[in-house]
């Protein structure tokens, strides 16, 4: 009776040992299975920060593009601004210039005028003093 006994636990602890084998081997296989996807998550986060790391780098550099773009823009702009600028105190000169011109070409047309007009009356005195000078020759 007690080798059945003995017997009944030593099967008994085989077949604990068993399932104890068993249950450690699903254990194990399923701690495999979440260091599996542990990894797994890791290798996509780490892929998705790499994209990351990338874009923003592409977006930084699209931004410093821009930016130097805009700056070139603002420049020329400044540059035409000057220019349009420089061009119109140019073309201010030039009308005070010509303003002063056709003051000039006003006061010398309006002298001609009077110089004709003194003329005119300077040739009819001479005529008329000339005629005075005949009426007195011929009276003597």
């Known amino acids: 009776m007690q080798i059945e006994i003995e017997k009944v636990v030593a099967n008994h602890e085989n077949v604990l040992r068993t399932r ?3 249950f450690e081997a699903e254990l194990e296989m399923k701690r495999q ?3 599996d996807e542990i990894e797994a998550k890791r290798w996509a986060w780490e892929l ?3 994209d990351l790391k990338q874009r923003e780098d592409v977006v930084e550099k699209d931004i410093e593009l821009k930016r130097a773009l805009l700056l070139k823009e603002n ?3 400044n540059k035409t601004m000057l220019d ?3 061009s119109l105190d140019s073309l201010q000169v030039r009308r005070k210039q010509v303003d002063c011109a056709k003051e000039k070409l006003q006061t010398m047309i309006s002298e001609t005028n009077e110089l004709a007009a003194l003329e005119m009356k300077l040739k009819e005195e ?6 005075y000078d005949r009426g ?3 009276e003597i």
């Open 20 to 22: 104890n084998s068993e």
């Open 75 to 77: 420049e020329d702009i």
């Open 136 to 138: 007195r020759q011929t």
């Open 48 to 50: 998705r920060e790499v």
């Open 126 to 131: 001479v005529d008329t003093l000339r005629a």
């Open 33 to 35: 299975l979440v260091e």
């Open 84 to 86: 349009l600028q420089k």
